[in-house]
């Protein structure tokens, strides 16, 4: 399988959005619709892929802006942790009301850590990371050296923890004990910012301790 990642920067917080796309047959997995709905789909269409699966990281406002849209256009379904049900569902968990809006929802398929997602080609594995959200993970492919941490682990730094179901003390020790041990090599797609790697997060990062 041929991967090739895609992103785009949507919404108020500039969140990147990730389109995962499998070369071999144009299948997409779409990684935190962050906005703009329609702005996806046109580019979707006139890419000439297949959208398969909506993924997400977490559930933060941020992050599923365009999930329902994208969703109604190519009828395809929506997967979260078990553990972000709430976080989904109620905007004043998922901090929507910060921004005016009173988004709820409610994913089609949950998956909890560990868990082997087999989509468009592809096989993600999940590694649950509470901190940033109860239900926070990340998604990765081992063949592919590739993380995507959504709010987890950015380029010298990481997520925030002081919205509900957040902890600052879960969020570091996810970070040293579920993501510090992943290769050296391995390529970070974070949730906003620019692209890293494990090895540099390792050596540079100052809110590991």
């Not at 941020?62 to 078990?82: C, L, N, R, T």
């Amino acid at each position: 399988m041929n991967l090739a990642i895609r992103m785009m920067v949507l919404g108020p917080v500039q969140t990147n959005c990730y389109f995962l796309i499998n070369e071999d047959t144009k299948e997409v997995l779409i990684v935190d619709p962050a906005d703009r709905a329609q702005k996806i789909i046109e580019w979707i269409n006139s890419e000439g892929l297949k959208p398969v699966a909506i993924l997400l990281t977490h559930g933060h406002f941020d992050h599923i802006m365009g999930v329902q849209g994208v969703k109604k256009e190519y009828d395809i379904p929506i997967y979260a942790s078990k553990d972000e049900v709430e976080v989904l569902a109620e905007p004043q968990i998922n901090v929507s009301t910060m921004m005016g809006a009173y988004l709820s929802m409610k994913a089609d398929e949950l998956f909890s850590d560990g868990d082997v997602l087999e989509l468009a080609g592809m096989k993600l594995k999940v590694i649950s990371t509470p901190g940033h959200t109860i239900g926070s993970v990340c998604f990765y492919m081992e063949e592919e050296k590739v993380l995507i941490s959504g709010d987890t682990l950015f380029e010298a730094s990481v997520g925030r923890s002081d919205f509900p179901t957040g902890s600052s003390r879960q969020l570091i020790e996810s970070i040293k004990t579920r993501l510090f041990v992943l290769p050296d090599d391995t390529d970070v797609f974070p949730g906003h910012g620019g692209t890293t790697t494990i090895a540099y997060e390792k050596a540079h990062n100052p809110f590991i301790y």
